[in-house]
């Protein structure tokens, strides 16, 4: 009996040993590896496997990794290190007192801030291993802590008014903006005509447009614009039709030409650079446009009927060109925009299409011309106001 009792103990303490010979790695989504850890880095942790007799090493991010639980008892928690990026081991200040970036989506960006630019911020990360500088909008940060305790609070914090940023603080900035504008639009080229020929000689009209931009990391965007741009003709040629078609018969003949009628969207991708209250963007844009050609109407009355004709005809096709575009901030929410556009466009209209109405109702259509595609091309000036979208 003595002896049983002896065998058990002995058992008891073997197991005892066994257990407590292993360490245990607790991971984020509850898993509890036997392990025997080797090395725990800065970032990472290296161990084998409990049973693995073969002792392949296996590299860990801390990251992953709730606890360590040691043979010998001790633990070593590792926090919510999913919410934290920590960068650039290489400097041990960094690590000891590093600032704090304190992102809209509840992260912090344990790092190094090494300079605030108007529309963002450059860091360092600690866990960068070559001390490269990593940019963050502004419009993604709630506010940055930095290592002497200080604290910035880019979003501006709304709903506090003792952190509330002025109208006229331009520290931090949003780069995203809506913006309607209206200026001259000047043709270049040769606007052609009907057969080919040069003709109509378009004069100097106006646009105006809506622009939205939206910036994506350090500078780079995309935009969207959509306008309509409108130019007055001498319509010579029109004309000339129009009244050679007018019945010999008729009286109170009236000639009238409409002008260049042309409504675009256009799409496309920026760059923009800052200087103090000023910032410059630049995009290249494609898109589509609707143009109508310059109406030519002759009426008349034949007969004790006041009839109308047209002759005209409408295309959508393609349009594209660059712009570079100049706001000044006079308040954190608006600004001045100036923006100077190239566009060029190809029309490819079907025919000169005669319509005839009597007392206003439609009678007959028919093609009186034949028109070749149609190359427009302008230098657009418009000024308008920005509002920023966002902070």
């Known amino acids: 009996m003595q002896m049983r009792s002896i065998l058990t103990i002995l058992f008891i303490l073997i197991c005892s040993a066994s257990v407590f010979s292993q360490d245990h790695i607790i991971t984020k989504n509850g898993k509890d ?37 040691f043979s010998n008892g001790a633990e070593e928690t590792f926090g919510n290190e999913d919410n934290e990026t920590i960068i650039n081991e290489n400097s041990t200040n960094r690590n000891k007192n590093p600032d704090k970036i304190y992102t809209m989506d509840g992260k912090v960006i344990y790092c190094e801030v090494v300079e ?13 291993t070559d001390n490269y500088v990593e940019y963050l909008a502004n419009t993604k940060i709630d506010h940055i802590e930095y290592a002497n305790g200080d604290v910035d609070y880019i979003s501006g914090a709304p709903d506090n008014d003792k952190k509330r940023k ?16 209206v200026g001259p639009s000047i043709p270049f080229g040769a606007f052609a005509g009907i057969g080919g020929a040069a003709s109509n000689s378009p004069m ?10 939206y910036y994506l990391f350090r500078g780079m965007g995309f935009g969207i614009t959509g306008g309509y741009i409108y130019n007055p003709c001498n319509g010579l040629q029109q004309a000339a039709i129009a009244q050679s078609q007018v019945p010999g018969t008729a009286t109170d003949v009236r000639i009238t030409v409409d002008g260049w009628h042309n409504a675009y969207i256009m799409a496309g991708v920026g760059y923009f650079n800052e200087y103090r209250r000023f910032l410059l963007d630049y995009k290249a844009m494609f898109g589509a446009f609707f143009s109508y050609y310059p109406t030519a109407r002759a009426t008349y009355t034949d007969n004790g ?21 100049a706001r000044y901030f006079l308040t954190r929410k608006l600004q001045l925009k100036l923006n100077v556009a190239t566009l060029f466009g190809r ?15 439609q009678v007959s259509e028919s093609v009186a011309g034949q028109l070749a595609p149609v190359n427009l091309s302008w230098i657009n000036f418009t000024f308008g106001v920005a509002y920023t979208l966002g902070r």
């Open 347 to 361: 029309a490819n209209f079907q025919g000169l299409i005669r319509k005839d109405y009597q007392d206003g109702q």
């Open 33 to 69: 590896l036997s392990v025997k850890i080797t090395e725990i880095r800065q970032t990472d942790v290296t161990f084998t496997m409990y049973n693995d007799t073969a002792k392949t090493p296996y590299v860990m991010d801390k990251t992953e990794i709730e606890k360590i639980v």
């Open 204 to 213: 100097v009209g106006f646009e105006t447009n809506i622009d939205a931009t």
């Open 305 to 325: 009927i006041t009839q109308t004709s047209t002759y005209s005809d409408e295309s959508v096709s393609y349009i594209f060109g660059g712009q570079v575009t």
């Open 166 to 181: 002025d109208s006229k603080d331009f520290s931090f900035l949003s780069p995203h903006y809506l913006s309607i504008n």
């Open 116 to 128: 605030l630019k108007r529309f963002g911020v450059n860091y360092v990360p600690v866990k960068s």
